[in-house]
Each structure stands twice: as structure tokens, then as C-alpha cells.
């Protein structure tokens, strides 16, 4: 009797770090096989499934190639869920791999033949890693051979390395500094998944490889270098310059980015120049398996650059600024630069220059120091230093004392006063909490002056309103910081002098609801027809009257204007009028205006 069983394919000797493919494409070679794909397709597997490449498809082929569940299937590339890779213990994405190039090192495709010359040669996993760039055994630059290998297939080793000019592989084989791998040796590590470093562990692997390069080039080569114009030997070196630094954890991430910084003069540059393409790196990536190292490189920057308020700083607005410069610094806690300057340099915190009028800094001030300057100043302003703070007028600040937003206290001498520090500086921060960095139009938004004169109020009105945070006073964060440069939106303001419409509508709007004017609208309050209330602003006699709206919809339910009732019927008042008198239906005389109302009940007796 014949065994009808296909025969068992003939295998070859597997290696602990060999990729699946390469061995699959070995067992090929020694099944008399074509190429890979000639083997593929016997097994009955698809093309698409390999290049994925898809779990159950390799798993298919280990059968066929009988090697079922082999150890390699572990050390090759596989595709999860997510679109994401899984090579060993590591999850990364195709960018960390070269999948489709045929990289090797000569030594060690050099031993493999002496072992076996015809089917020894074999893919180490490692050389599949985008952030290897030499073999760990010999300290050789992997050389890539795939233009080389002529129509082999993407995944088909053993082919690639058999069609390779043998005069090539002579001339391939560079050394490096062999002790340039810590990188390559921790990453490797990660794929076979020895713990090493727990602030590594806790990263993606793409984060640890990326970070590190660009780190490195940043640390190396300076802020301008670009790591796509490195050499490989060169982004090896910087990998493993980044790898030494992330390797110390948030201590010497923030150490090394302070030995950058402090590397320049303060006035250089700020943050994203002094930083470079590291930087940008960074603030490019959506990807939020970085959160750890953007809030590292984040939270370092706020706390030693001068990041002005509202600036977004990697995908983060900056809430507060912690760090001034000499000028901001000044205008912050009112005071001039130079008096500020000698301050700093009285606490070692500043020097004099030669021929240099303002000192300079030795590094951005804190705002810890700012408020011990602040704190340390005089308890009380004169009158014409307050005028000089706030950029006004004398008689505007005597008003401003008179209606308590100042606090007064008598000095010696008739007629003269000074006023409180600390009620300067907060009515200061009160107004000024709304810095822009766009113009804001005339239309939208008018100077705390010129809004008082349009809108016919006081300037303790707005004052107060802004203090309150009914109204938002914005002012250019580049400009002084005074009351003249204060600006009102229109809007807003609006808002003020008017209720909400579940509430009322002040007389003109009222007067376009019932279709008739102002004057109507008062008689109709006089005659007790309408509810009229108003609108108390602080520190102003005027107030905003409105006519309620549970009024207005009461009236309307009762009574309608002879304009109202012509608009409707599409014809003049004058003659409707009198064919509503011929019809017998009168305008009301109980209402004494101007316009002629009617009763809604009227016309349905009619």
C-alpha cells in the first residue's frame, strides 16, 4: 500500500536570533524551491499576508515548512489590531523597522558560510531594527545589499544573499567606535524583553529610539542639525550620546537641556530656537505616547525661559508666566527697569557691563524674586508717581481715591496725601488680566476713554465694571500697561446698558416689537399699559430704563398698533384707519398716545 502523505519538507539548522522569514526562506532553498514565493504559493499562502504581514498566515507557513510554532515566529514582525507592530516584547511602528531592506554584516555573513556554505548565511532580528546601525559582534556598519541582490524577493534572504555579487561583499565592512551602542544594545534588549531602566520601561520603544536620536543630535551637533542629514555613523553616535541622558531619568533631561540654555547669553534666543530641531521634533508628534517627555521638556521651559501668558508651549497654553526678562519683569510689579536692575544686582542676581547703561541679567527672573522686590519697595506712592503708574491725570486719580478704589492716608503738609502701594498694584492687576497678541478692531473693541465719552459714562464706571469681571478690559500685552491703552469690547458694554430679552427691551426695541415710537412707548408707560424698570450703573446718576417683558407680552396679547395691523393687511394707516371706522371698530381713547392702538376683542365682535 502507497502512502498518499505529502513528504516532510527538508529543513535546516535555526538559529536563537534568527527572523522567521530568513529561515523560511533557507528551508525554500533546501526544498529545491524557486524562490520564496514559488514556496508561498505551494503552501497555498497569500503574498498580501506575508508582506502584512498577518499572524495566522506565518503560522500557516511554519506548517507547511514544518517548523509549527518555531521560536523565530517570535523574533519576526507582526502586525496587531492597531495597524501598530510587535516584534518580541516591543510594540512599534513601521518607522522602526526595515522590513523591506536587506541590511547585513559581512563578518557575520562571512562565519555563516564557513559553517554552511550553502544554506548557513541567516537574518539576525536585530537587523531589522530602523535604530541599529551595526552589528553588536563585530562592530561593523550593517551595509545594505538590496539593489544589490537583483529581483530577489523583499523577504527573501537567502535569494538576496545569493545573488549578491560576491566583489561586492569583499568592499562592504566599516568599522565604528565600538563603544557607541548603548542605544542599539538597550533596544535589542527590549525586543527580548530584559528590563533594565525603569524610566525606559515605562516608554514606548519608539519614544526611548526617537527621543534619544534627536536628543543626541541636539546635545552633539548643535540646534540647526537635522537628524535626517546625519550620517548613520553619526546618528549612532548621537543615539547613543541621547541614550546616556535618558538613561539618568527627568534629572538629567533637565540637566542637560540647563547645560544648552545656559550655553548662550540669555538675550540669544528663546526656547524653540535654543532647542532646535529637538523642539520641534517634539512639538510635531501627536502621538500621546510622548506625553511623558513633552511634559519633562514642557514643564522645564516654563520654569527657566520667560514664556509670556497665554503662549501654548508643546500642545499646553502657558497659564502663568514664571520667568520674567529685565523689561517684563519692570512692568510687572511697576517699576522702572534700571531701579529693577540695581535691585537684582544688589542680590548677585545681575551685573554691571561696562558702557552698558541697564545691568544685565545672569538669568530670567523668578517671580518668587519679583514679589520679594515688590514686597521690600515703598509701602506708599506720592501723587505724581501714581499718575506715572496708571498713566493719568491728576484730577482721574483724586476720583478714583474719592469713589475708594484708592486708599488715601495724609502726609504732612496742607492738601497733600499718598496712596496705599498695595491698592495701586491691585487695581493694577484687575484691570490688566486680559493681554492680547491680535489686533482687536475699532469696531469691536474701543479705549477705556473713548468708550466712557460714546457711551456718555463716567470712567469710575467702567473702572468698576472691570473689576467686577463684567467687563473684560483687554490691553496689548507689548504696550505699557496704563489705563489710556486699556481697551473696552462694544459688546460687552452693550451688554451693560441693556437687559436680557427674557427680561425687557429698552424703548427702541420695544417700540420696533409693537411697530410704533419712543414717545408712544412713555405714554404707554405713564398710562400704566407697560412696566417700565431700570438699569443702575455704580458711581453714575444715569440709569438704563427697559420695559419689562411678561408687560410687553401681556399688552400685545390685548392690544395692537393701527401701523401693526396695516403692515399686515398691506396698506396705509391714514385710510385703514377709516375703513376701520366704517366698520364701526374705534382706536382705544382710554390710551392717551400719539399712535392709535386697538383692542383685539374688537375684531371679533366684528
Known amino acids: 500500500m502507497i502512502d498518499a502523505s505529502p513528504l516532510s519538507p527538508l529543513s535546516v539548522t535555526s538559529h536563537e536570533d534568527e527572523t522567521f522569514t530568513s529561515l523560511l526562506s533557507r528551508i525554500a532553498a533546501r526544498n529545491g524551491a524557486a524562490d520564496l514565493s514559488d514556496f ?51 510594540r512599534m511602528t513601521k518607522s522602526d523597522l ?40 563585530h562592530s561593523c556598519l550593517l551595509e545594505d545589499i538590496t539593489e544589490a541582490s537583483g529581483t530577489a524577493g523583499k523577504l527573501d534572504f537567502h535569494r538576496a544573499v545569493a545573488n549578491t555579487d560576491p566583489n561586492i561583499l569583499v568592499r562592504l565592512g566599516s568599522k565604528v567606535f565600538p563603544l557607541h551602542r548603548d542605544l542599539e544594545t538597550y533596544l ?36 540647526k542639525t537635522a537628524l535626517s542629514g546625519l550620517t548613520p555613523r553619526d546618528q549612532r553616535i548621537a543615539g547613543h550620546d541621547g541614550f546616556q541622558i535618558l538613561s539618568g531619568g527627568p534629572t538629567a533631561i533637565h540637566d542637560a537641556l540647563e ?12 526656547h524653540r530656537m535654543r532647542f532646535g530641531t529637538f523642539f520641534d521634533s517634539l512639538r510635531n508628534r501627536d502621538d500621546t505616547a510622548y506625553a511623558p517627555i513633552k511634559d519633562l521638556v514642557r514643564d522645564y521651559i516654563l520654569e ?10 508643546l500642545g499646553v497654553t502657558c497659564r502663568k508666566q514664571r520667568r520674567h526678562t529685565l523689561a517684563t519683569g519692570a512692568a510687572s510689579i511697576d517699576m522702572n527697569r534700571a531701579r529693577l536692575g540695581h535691585r537684582l544686582v544688589e542680590r548677585g542676581l545681575a551685573y554691571v557691563r561696562a558702557g552698558s547703561a541697564m545691568p544685565v541679567l545672569l538669568d530670567y527672573i523668578s517671580t518668587d524674586v519679583l514679589n520679594e522686590i515688590k514686597a521690600t519697595e515703598a509701602t506708599a506712592y506720592d501723587l505724581s508717581q501714581v499718575c506715572e503708574i496708571l498713566g493719568v491725570h491728576r484730577n482721574l486719580v483724586g476720583r478714583l481715591a474719592q469713589n475708594g478704589f484708592l486708599g488715601v492716608q495724609p502726609v504732612d503738609g496742607p492738601g497733600t496725601y499718598s496712596f496705599a502701594r498695595n491698592d495701586v498694584w491691585l487695581l493694577k492687576e484687575q484691570l490688566f488680566g486680559f493681554p492680547f497678541r491680535r489686533p482687536l478692531g475699532p469696531a469691536t473693541h474701543l479705549p477705556l476713554f473713548d468708550a466712557a465719552r460714546q457711551y456718555r459714562l463716567p470712567i469710575e464706571t467702567l473702572i468698576h465694571l472691570g473689576r467686577r469681571g463684567d467687563l473684560k478690559l483687554r490691553h496689548d500685552a507689548e504696550r505699557e500697561r496704563s489705563l489710556p491703552n486699556l481697551l473696552v ?10 437687559p436680557k430679552r427674557s427680561v425687557g427691551l429698552v424703548h427702541l426695541e420695544a417700540a420696533r416689537l409693537l411697530m410704533t415710537d419712543r414717545r408712544s412707548i412713555s405714554e404707554l408707560v405713564e398710562a400704566g399699559k407697560l412696566v417700565e424698570k431700570e438699569i443702575h450703573l ?59 392702538f386697538y383692542r383685539r376683542k374688537d375684531f371679533r365682535r366684528n
Open 188 to 223: 535589542v534588549g527590549r525586543v527580548l524583553g530584559h528590563a533594565t531602566n525603569p524610566f525606559l520601561d515605562g516608554l514606548e520603544y519608539r519614544v526611548v529610539a526617537s527621543t534619544a536620536r534627536s536628543l543626541g543630535c541636539l546635545v552633539r551637533f548643535g540646534p
Open 538 to 596: 455704580g458711581y453714575t446718576a444715569r440709569a438704563a430704563p427697559y420695559v419689562t417683558a411678561e408687560s410687553l407680552r401681556a399688552f400685545r396679547e390685548e392690544y395692537v398698533s393701527l401701523t401693526q395691523m396695516a403692515f399686515e393687511m398691506n396698506r396705509e394707516p391714514g385710510p385703514y384707519a377709516q375703513h376701520l371706522a366704517g366698520r364701526g371698530i374705534a382706536a382705544c381713547t382710554e390710551i392717551s398716545s400719539s399712535a392709535k
Open 98 to 137: 526595515i522590513r523591506f531592506r536587506i541590511r547585513i554584516c559581512l563578518k557575520c555573513i562571512r562565519a555563516d558560510k564557513r559553517r554552511d556554505r550553502r544554506f548557513g548565511p541567516y537574518q539576525r532580528f536585530s537587523w531589522l531594527l530602523a535604530d541599529v546601525h551595526a552589528c553588536a559582534e
Open 304 to 313: 527657566t525661559f520667560p514664556v509670556p501668558e497665554g503662549t501654548e508651549v
Open 40 to 90: 508561498r504559493t505551494d503552501i497555498g499562502v497569500r503574498q498580501e499576508d506575508i508582506l502584512r504581514p498577518d499572524a495566522e498566515a506565518l503560522s500557516a507557513l511554519a506548517i507547511g515548512a514544518g517548523v509549527p510554532d518555531h521560536p523565530s515566529l517570535h523574533r519576526t514582525p507582526m502586525m496587531n489590531a492597531d495597524g501598530q507592530f510587535v516584534l518580541g516584547h516591543a
Open 489 to 498: 469690547c462694544v459688546a460687552e458694554l452693550e451688554g451693560q446698558l441693556r
Open 259 to 270: 547645560g544648552i540654555r545656559m550655553s548662550k547669553p540669555l538675550a540669544a534666543t528663546k
